[in-house]
């Protein structure tokens, strides 16, 4: 026995309280330790560093719509039709992703009212299997624009992204375009479409329908691109500057349109809402 546990027998110390393991959250940019209560109430924004926290689809609907709203139904697609197996088959990967996330996929859909103004929202959930765009994400995000189209509103779609899931191969690469001929219609009913880019946003959703908006809002510090930073220095055989494919970096090249504070960005859509939206029948 160690001096240190003689004394420590000695002094009239009780037992160490136990405490849940969750009580207290690390930010990743400033390593603070933050109280799980204060960080959730602040929007899962670091209130040391303001950090944006990755949050899931129900949170992210919640904050950014008015009570009572309608979740859209999921869609029913094929799955693993490729019958993809690497280190484990695609079927229990959809089970372990299930398991632990409340939606059946990376996609999901509500409509309600922003602040008094009327939307689909559709959210990708990174904690899906990274959010990759698989045929019911594809489904679940062109329901969506349908269901904005049946009801003369306004298309938010909320991306969080790897890019196309690998497992289903060229399927995965269809959704692009089909989301981009639901995004068409929506134009040319003089709907507006609506991207709020959050971390991370890459591959082939940054390809397609997350930079086919009328208007691209990002939050800070997300990290949006297409191919990774390092596979872009390794093609061109250059140093890339810094903070480059991050939301200040792209918003100060003209890539989005503004930086928007979590805190923010309920109002800063309804306001956008409120312009862009087609006039209401008298």
Known sequence: MSWLERVRERLPFGNKRESPDNLWIKCPRCQEMVFRTEYEENLSVCPRCEHHGRIGADTRLQQLL?????????????????????????????KAARASNPH???????????????????V??????????GMAVGDAFCNAAQRAL?????????????????????????????ATVMLRR????????????????????TASYAMLGDVHIAEPGALIGFAGQRVIQETIREQLPEGFQRAEYL?????????VNRHELRATLAQLLE???PAKAA
């Not at 008094?116 to 929202?121: E, S």
């Not at 990708?124 to 765009?133: P, T």
């Not at 497992?167 to 089909?178: A, N």
Request: hydrophobic letters at 40%; a negative charge.
């Open 186 to 205: 929506l134009k040319e009913a003089g709907l507006p479409y609506i991207v709020v880019l959050t971390d991370p946003t890459t591959g082939g959703v």
């Open 104 to 122: 059946a996929d990376a996609f999901t859909a509500a409509i309600g009212t922003i602040e008094g103004q009327r939307a689909v929202v559709g």
């Open 275 to 277: 312009y862009l939206s």
């Open 251 to 259: 918003h100060k090249h003209g890539m989005v349109d503004m930086v």
């Open 66 to 94: 008015d009570q009572g709203f309608e979740l859209l139904p999921a869609p029913k697609v094929t799955e693993d039709p490729l019958r993809f197996r690497d280190s484990k088959r695609y079927t229990d990967r959809l």
């Open 124 to 133: 990708q959930d990174f904690m899906f299997m990274g959010g990759s765009m």
């Open 150 to 178: 049946d009801e003369r509103c306004a298309f938010v779609c909320v991306t969080a992204a790897g890019g196309a899931r690998m497992q289903e191969g060229i399927l995965s690469l269809m959704q692009m375009p089909r």
